[in-house]
């Protein structure tokens, strides 16, 4: 299973780290991506990276904010957040499989394995 951590409550402009561990799961053979989903809204892709590490995506809105890496020995991939932003509240999730985007927009269908998600809350 895959597991997000690292959400919490932080003010606007702060920064955060989120990281993706999987059990029983290997990650090294998939790309793993990081979607959110904010109360009332429909669930979108935010980030996501190659099994290697070498290609990564990320949404318009988080360009220059986010980074996504992944350490394929510690079987982890990490989402580092900064200038955080009150539309950045969400539940944000990882998930393995097939990092997938149309129109510059990363799709969830690609995605197999999927973790529980962390409350990522920004304050104004």
């Known amino acids: 299973q895959l597991q997000a951590s690292g959400g919490g409550l932080v003010q606007d402009g702060g920064s955060l780290r989120l990281s993706c561990t999987a059990s029983g799961l290997t990650l090294i053979n998939g790309a793993i991506g990081w979607f959110r989903q904010a109360p009332g809204k429909e669930r979108e892709g935010v980030s996501c990276?190659?099994?290697?590490?070498?290609?990564?995506r990320y949404a318009d809105s988080v360009k220059g904010r986010f980074t996504i890496a992944r350490d394929n020995v510690r079987n982890t991939v990490s989402l580092q957040m900064s200038g955080l932003k009150p539309e950045d509240t969400a539940v944000y999730y990882c998930a393995a499989g097939r990092c997938i985007t149309h129109d510059g927009v990363i799709k969830d269908y690609g995605m197999d394995h999927w973790g529980k998600g962390t409350l990522v809350t920004v304050s104004s």
């Open positions: 990276i190659s099994p290697s590490g070498n290609i990564t």
